[in-house]
Nanobody, 131 residues
């Protein structure tokens, strides 16, 4: 059974930073691309960033480019999201998930990330950006 546990969220002032972590069990972690998603109240879940199984290839939605950095440690079955210069509009619950084999990248210049069919969303980690 695949389990995903996110952590690292919290309350931060605008312009501040947070580092999120996501640990996955129940699958061969280094066989999967991984992605971070977020969902604000009343909005659909959106993809934020993803990376391939080796961590060499990384992708970001336009709004976070230059401020977020995604990385992974396959020895720890963990993916990270370093978030800098946070803005109040980025207040959301953040989730991670394994992705389909070709479920991460840019298509026609737009970011996309597609979770696996068997995704079971974790509880997420809350990020609140407020003065």
């Amino acid at each position: 059974q695949v389990q995903v546990v996110e952590s690292g969220g919290g309350l931060v002032q605008p312009g501040g930073s947070l580092r999120l972590s996501c640990t996955v069990s129940g699958l061969n972690f280094d066989d999967y691309a991984m992605g971070w998603f977020r969902q604000s109240p009343g909005k659909e879940r959106e993809g934020v960033s993803c990376l391939g199984w080796s961590g060499t290839s990384t992708y970001y939605v336009d709004s976070v480019k230059g401020r977020y950095t995604i990385s992974r440690d396959n020895a720890k079955n963990t993916v990270y999201l370093q978030m800098n210069s946070l803005e109040p509009e980025e207040t959301a619950m953040y989730y991670c998930a394994p992705l389909l084999p070709i479920g991460c990248g840019y298509r026609n210049g737009h970011y996309y990330s597609t979770p696996v069919d068997f995704v079971k969303w974790g509880q997420g980690t809350q990020v609140t950006v407020s003065p």
